[in-house]
């Protein structure tokens, strides 16, 4: 159980990192809600990494990348997450079918 | 892993987890009512702000009651940790648990001396009819796999499957209790808008810390015993899902319905739990549950 200890706290620390730095960046009283190219490939990055990487201190890093990016501003950071979500699970399942092959 | 090491684990995952679960919870009900909504992790960053805030004391309070009150609830929950993910013991100590919290909540708002609290000490007591379908729902579990054990229960289900699918009645009197602790519940009468914030309305800071910190650990704790006595054998992936689902469900209930006046509450708790009690009779007794 310490390792899932270790991730949920490295996304807590992400997203609570993510959130300050958003509202730094991002003080207007509007939603700028074009994509981030910055940010969708820290999200993707992060996301792979805590999905794939299969070690405990990568993961880690993953989650803090991945939380950094979903713990955005409310408005911010969705269709990045998404993006690295969805390409994150892509990758889990190819990975998966090379390794049953 | 050494016990002591693995309760604190486990109670730290509880609390985070539970934090975030509750934060989610929040996010689904504001999407649904097409607002923005807070950040999932704001109900865990509200829960620690309350640690580094001033604690005041009203006048009127019962002051040994009124601190120890907050204490003996987030030790009920550590127990109830205890006794589930980490010991996988009987269903009857998250009983007791469960009607020591509703004890605990009564005493919360009586301490205060706040009319509010008071008010909402005595709808805890009409509240605890949720108690009796958590029983039959617990009874229900002894009767078709002979133990009370989460461990052999577990044992069971990695054998017949989920019970869920044999007395998907009990499971639906056990979520009724998890939606009736959900935040914003129809059935959350003790802690109704009109009374503010019902029994934790008179308390402040670090004691209000400690009752949010026992709030998110009681939702990680209901919806896991929900998952493996209904769901199990599951992973951590599998309870990871099967958590997000259920708070996705639970935001999205508590999102489109008002809460109820308390007579109302009871009265459908009571209704829900009497069909759910007699269909899971009738589905025993004519051999439908094996």
Request: glycine share 8%.
């Amino acid at each position: 159980m310490l390792d899932y200890m270790i991730y949920i706290i490295a996304f807590v620390v992400g997203s609570i990192a993510g959130l300050v730095y958003s509202y730094k960046q991002h003080g207007e009283p509007f939603v700028d809600t074009s994509l981030n190219a910055v940010a969708a490939v820290v999200a993707v990055v992060g996301w792979v990494l805590a999905f794939n990487s299969g070690n405990v201190i990568l993961s880690a890093i993953g989650f803090v990348l991945g939380g950094f990016i979903m713990g955005e501003r409310p408005g911010y950071g969705r269709k990045e997450t998404a993006m690295g979500l969805i390409i994150a699970i892509i990758v889990y399942l190819i990975l998966k079918c090379y390794s049953m092959m | 892993m050494n016990l002591m090491a693995e309760i604190l684990i486990q109670v730290v995952i509880a609390f985070l987890a539970g934090s975030l679960l509750l934060g989610l919870h929040r996010k689904v009900m504001a999407r649904v009512q097409k607002r923005p909504g807070p950040p999932i992790i704001q109900h865990l960053i509200h829960s620690l702000k309350f640690f580094f805030k001033e604690t005041a004391f009203p006048k009127t309070v019962s002051k040994v009651f009124y601190i120890g009150i907050t204490f003996i609830l987030a030790l009920i929950w550590i127990v109830g940790v205890i006794a589930g993910p980490v010991a996988h013991d009987s269903l009857l100590i998250l009983f007791g648990v469960y009607a020591v919290y509703k004890i605990v909540e009564h005493n919360s708002g009586s301490s205060s001396g706040s009319p509010y609290g008071k008010l909402s000490c005595v709808r805890a007591v009409l509240s605890a009819a949720t108690e009796l379908p958590l029983f039959a729902a617990i009874v229900f579990v002894y009767l078709v796999t002979g133990t009370m054990d989460i461990g052999e229960i577990i044992a069971y289900q990695s054998v017949h499957g989920p019970l869920f699918f044999s007395i998907p009645l009990a499971a639906v009197m056990f979520f009724m209790l998890i939606i009736t602790k959900s935040p914003y519940s129809p059935f959350a009468i003790t802690k109704d808008k009109v009374l503010i914030s019902g029994f934790e309305t008179e308390h402040f800071g670090l004691l209000r810390g400690f009752m949010h910190f026992s709030e998110s650990i009681a939702w990680y704790v209901m919806l896991w015993v929900f998952l493996t006595i209904f769901f199990g054998p599951l992973n951590a992936v599998g309870y990871l899902i099967g958590m997000i689902v259920i708070t996705f469900i639970t935001g999205f209930i508590n999102a489109t319905t008002p809460i109820f006046s308390p007579n109302h509450s009871v009265m459908t708790q009571i209704t829900i739990g009497a069909i759910c009690f007699f269909g899971t009779v009738v589905m025993i007794f004519s051999g439908v549950v094996a």
